[in-house]
């Protein structure tokens, strides 16, 4: 009977560790794998669609943020979103500018509106996807109150307009919203924690290339985590790769097994955060380009 219990005693802890690691991969290999295609005019060339289907297909990709360009007919939109759907990858209509106003919103919603009514369901868009970079604007500084509210109104114009669509509205934000305050008839907090409560989903542009120190990708989307935990929406943690001027703010130049090596290490810090949804890559083009040594 001791023996029997010894035995009990030694197998237990080694069946709860192996259940351990075995849920932490298999939560790993389901995270999300998601990527922006600014360049709509590739959608219309067969061999390149053909190797972005290689390409999202051997990077578990399951979401392609796609440009709406209403100069591109929706039937090639169809033909695209149809041939995402048959390698099991959902589009979600992109659109945002620092200039977005309600002529811009208004034309999007039409065009979405009419696309999604005269699509098959296999060709319709899974949702939209807003980067209205605002505080790129030259005059972010001066009117710093006013683009700020400006956003807010988009933003709940959006989700109310979305909702008779019944699509779900997510948006680009980056790391330093939770440093934004706003002091309006929204309220008076901080822009990460309110755009948080508002959307059904954000994309933390935390551009860095490096997932830890001071000025680490960990640290800098650590509020935006906290706050998704709270308020029970979904998060994607976004990184970069084409090339720019800020060397540390971008994967621009390193492999993608470097790449891999980076993300790896944010997933080992919030993987088991309930609002964490997975990995945003931008772009999709110049994601491409990395290669291995």
């Keep these: ?14 069946v709860l560790v192996w259940l351990f690691f075995t849920n932490i991969h298999e939560k790993k290999d389901d995270i999300e794998m998601s990527t922006w295609l600014w360049d709509t005019a590739l959608i219309e060339s067969h061999q390149e669609v053909e190797k972005m289907i290689d390409f999202l297909q051997k ?9 709406i360009n209403r100069s591109i007919s929706y039937q090639s939109y169809r033909k695209f979103i149809s041939a995402m759907h048959e390698i099991g990858v959902d589009v979600h209509a992109l659109d945002g500018a620092p200039t977005w106003d309600m002529g811009d919103q208004t034309a999007l919603l039409s065009w979405l509106s009419m696309y999604q009514e005269t699509s098959d369901e296999v060709a319709m868009f899974k949702g939209v996807h807003l980067d209205i970079e605002f505080y790129l604007l030259t005059n972010w500084e001066e009117q710093k109150e006013e683009l700020v509210i400006n956003f807010q109104n988009h933003i709940r114009d959006m989700v109310q307009a979305l ?12 790391f330093w919203f939770d440093e934004i ?9 901080v822009l990460g924690k309110w755009i948080v409560q508002e959307v059904d989903s954000v994309t933390i542009m935390a551009y860095r290339k490096e997932a830890e120190g001071a ?3 960990n640290q800098l989307v650590f509020n935006e985590i906290g706050w998704a935990n709270e308020f029970g929406i979904k998060v994607e943690i976004a990184v970069e790769t084409i090339e720019l001027p800020e060397i540390h703010t971008t ?7 470097e790449l891999r090596e980076q993300l790896d290490i944010v997933w080992g810090e919030y993987g088991n955060d309930p609002s964490f949804l997975g ?11 990395l290669v291995d040594d």
């Design 1 to 14: 009977m001791k023996k029997v219990l010894l035995l009990g005693m030694l197998i237990i802890p080694i």
């Design 59 to 67: 990077q578990k990709v399951n979401i392609v943020y796609l440009q």
């Design 163 to 174: 909702e008779e669509l019944q699509l779900p509205l997510a948006v680009d934000i980056p």
């Design 181 to 189: 305050h706003y002091d309006n008839h929204f309220g008076n907090d």
């Design 215 to 217: 000025n680490g990708i």
């Design 251 to 257: 994967f621009y130049g390193k492999t993608e097994s």
């Design 279 to 289: 990995f945003a890559i931008h772009h999709l083009v110049s994601w491409m380009e």
